[in-house]
């Protein structure tokens, strides 16, 4: 019915029918009639392309508005991820789809696999609370398969937790981190509802639990667990978070980051040089 005033589509109701009819049939117009104007307003935008490796972190960016026409209780919903991929916000809602909040979209990264490869149409369309398609716009992931590791990298091994084989000032600039561990799928979605769980005890202000369930979530091999980690110690993205009050540590910060780069982790390079050598 878009492109027709709403004076118009009053002027269907039959002027014979009952009083509660026409209520009834007057009330289900205006609600449509908002429905095409809120339709009609409201956009969505992603890029075309999306290019990465396996096991890496992507920015995913999605770009939603304007906000003042956005229906309250309004989320993006994404479909068409490879099998295992996951969002750094939202929830898994089934194989391959996530529902995000809006506030959480300008930040919005894809962690990828080791065992991804190929491209993935992904459909990402705004949804209102009662499951009405807003605004819709699709885009491509393209994976190509990582390149072999230098000799230098291979031999690298597995730091522990708190202690880093790579200080920041040997990782040559620009490298590849090393291969991520292997994980199973039931062992990397409990990491990533150990992360989940996480950024929810870090909104309300639980620190040290975020902190624990941070490092189950590195133990078992998932680095945006010790990049998660590492962010609780880092001046710069504590300021990101708008987590005040929390004492910044170079030292721990950069340790996981270097725990991150060798689990896997192409993002934690940057940050350790953004916190520079020892």
Known sequence: MTGVTLAQRLGWIPPDAPLGARVLLATAIILASFADVVSAQTNITVAPTVSAAPATEVPFPIRVGPQGTLPRGSFVRVRGLP??????????????????????????????????????????????????????????????????SSDALAKVAPASILRADVPAQQLPKGSAPPAAPLLTADERDRALRLVEKGHEQLIKGGIAQARLLYERAANTGLALGAMAMAATYDANELDRLNLFGLKPDGDTARRWYERAWQLGAADAEQRLRRLGAH
């Open 83 to 148: 099998p295992m991929a996951a969002l750094s916000a939202g929830h898994s809602i089934a194989p391959g789809a996530w529902a995000i909040p809006i506030g959480a979209l300008p930040r919005l990264k894809i962690t990828l696999p080791v065992t991804a490869e190929g491209r993935s149409e992904i459909s990402v369309m705004l949804v209102s609370i009662d499951g009405s398609v807003l605004a819709e716009a699709v885009s491509a992931l393209v994976v190509a398969a990582a390149p072999p």
